[in-house]
Each structure stands twice: as structure tokens, then as C-alpha cells.
T-cell receptor
Framework: AQTVTQSQPEMSVQEAETVTLSCTYD???????LFWYKQPPSRQMILVIR??????QNATENRFSVNFQKAAKSFSLKISDSQLGDTAMYFC????????????FGAGTRLTVKP | DTGVSQDPRHKITKRGQNVTFRCDPI?????LYWYRQTLGQGPEFLTY????????KSRLLSDRFSAERPKGSFSTLEIQRTEQGDSAMYLC??????????????FGSGTQLSVL
């Protein structure tokens, strides 16, 4: 079974600074996908960034980038130039390639960006 | 494109009552998912449709839960004989094709169920 662990229940960062959210996962699969989702107070889940396990290059989306360490089964999210609108719950998620469409989520990290 | 819509946003019911939630996916999205999220936890997969066919069901989905997508468009999730443990946010998501193949999964804002 796949499990996703986010060890930081809460984090805070000053506006314009950089913050890194941690995520580790456990799987015996070799091909899979990893995601970071943002959930603001509206409760809608918004895709931030995704990474294919077969790609060595770390994914980047504007101010958001990941550090994917496949051997260590680590998938951290770095947010640069933090903005007040980044305040939200952030969920790390795992989905194995093929067959099962069951996306497994971590428990989430509550990020607060302070002015 | 108005996004994934869920109705109602909130539902309060008494234990033992039946409830039904509706999800309208993004038009032309052939895949539809239901998730359940409790406070302080990430979403848990419940079930998945490709068009009108229900292809997967989680073991979390007891016999009291049933989901349909009769015409391959909107979907309903019914919970019969609700229990207090059913209290949670029920999230619907849709995608065009597989979320594995560069297609993003779009979530709705959820239906918050409270069972008294």
C-alpha cells in the first residue's frame, strides 16, 4: 500500500520569503506521479504542481518548484517570494501509474504567510 | 468553463436519514471521482467513473453508500441511514482522460455533511 507523510502540520513564512514544505512517501512502484495541491478556505483543491517519477528534472511552475529525490522517496515543495494568497492547506499526493486511479493524499500542511 | 460544481455546499441531517449529493463536472470531462475528507486529514478516494461506468470503489465505500452517473455527465452520491461517522467533506473531481496522462484533476468546493 502507498502512504504519504507530511511531517509539518503547520508552517509560517514572512511575505516575500521562501518556504519549503516536506513530503515523503512509501511505495514499491517504480513508475508513479506526485502532486502538490493547495486548498484555500474555500475548500476547493487546486493543483499546484505535478512530477512524473521517471523524469529526473524537478518540476517548476512560476514561484513553485519541487525537490524530487526518488531514492529517498522525498518530494518537497518550495515556494519562493511567498504571497499572502499562498496561505492555505497544502497536500502532497501520490498516484501509481496505470490501473488504479486512487490518488493518496497526505494529512496536509497548513501554511500561513505573514505580512 | 465554470469548474466542478457541487450541491449543496452544506447539509445537516439527523442520524438515520438518507442524504444525496450532486456533482456537475466540467463539461466534456469523462472521468469523475468522489473523495471524502475529514478535519485534519487529506482526501480519501471513494469511487471513480469513466463516463457512466463506475470502474472502481474503495473499501471505504460501505453498502450504505451508492454513487451513480446515469448519463455520463452529473453524478450523485447517496448515503443511506447516515451515521455520525459519515460527517465529513465530500469532494468531487473530474478530468478529461486520465490524471496520469498530463490531465489535471479539477476539484469542486465540496459538500460539508454534518450528521447529528
Amino acid at each position: 500500500a502507498q502512504t504519504v507523510t507530511q511531517s509539518q502540520p503547520e508552517m509560517s513564512v514572512q511575505e516575500a520569503e521562501t518556504v519549503t514544505l516536506s513530503c515523503t512517501y512509501d511505495t514499491s512502484e517504480s513508475n508513479y506521479y506526485l502532486f502538490w495541491y493547495k486548498q484555500p478556505p474555500s475548500r476547493q483543491m487546486i493543483l499546484v504542481i505535478r512530477q512524473e517519477a521517471y523524469k529526473q528534472q524537478n518540476a517548476t511552475e512560476n514561484r513553485f518548484s519541487v525537490n524530487f529525490q526518488k531514492a529517498a522517496k522525498s518530494f518537497s515543495l518550495k515556494i519562493s517570494d511567498s504571497q499572502l494568497g499562498d496561505t492555505a492547506m497544502y497536500f502532497c499526493a501520490f498516484m501509481k501509474h496505470g490501473g488504479n486511479n486512487d490518488m493518496r493524499f497526505g494529512a496536509g500542511t497548513r501554511l500561513t504567510v505573514k505580512p | 468553463d465554470t469548474g466542478v460544481s457541487q450541491d449543496p455546499r452544506h447539509k445537516i441531517t439527523k442520524r438515520g436519514q438518507n442524504v444525496t449529493f450532486r456533482c456537475d463536472p466540467i463539461s466534456e470531462h469523462n472521468r469523475l471521482y468522489w473523495y471524502r475528507q475529514t478535519l485534519g486529514q487529506g482526501p480519501e478516494f471513494l469511487t471513480y467513473f469513466q463516463n457512466e461506468a463506475q470502474l472502481e470503489k474503495s473499501r471505504l465505500l460501505s453498502d450504505r453508500f451508492s454513487a451513480e452517473r446515469p448519463k455520463g455527465s452529473f453524478s450523485t452520491l447517496e448515503i443511506q441511514r447516515t451515521e455520525q461517522g459519515d460527517s465529513a467533506m465530500y469532494l468531487c473531481a473530474s478530468s478529461l482522460g486520465s490524471a496520469l496522462l498530463n490531465e489535471k484533476l479539477f476539484f469542486g468546493s465540496g459538500t460539508q455533511l454534518s450528521v447529528l
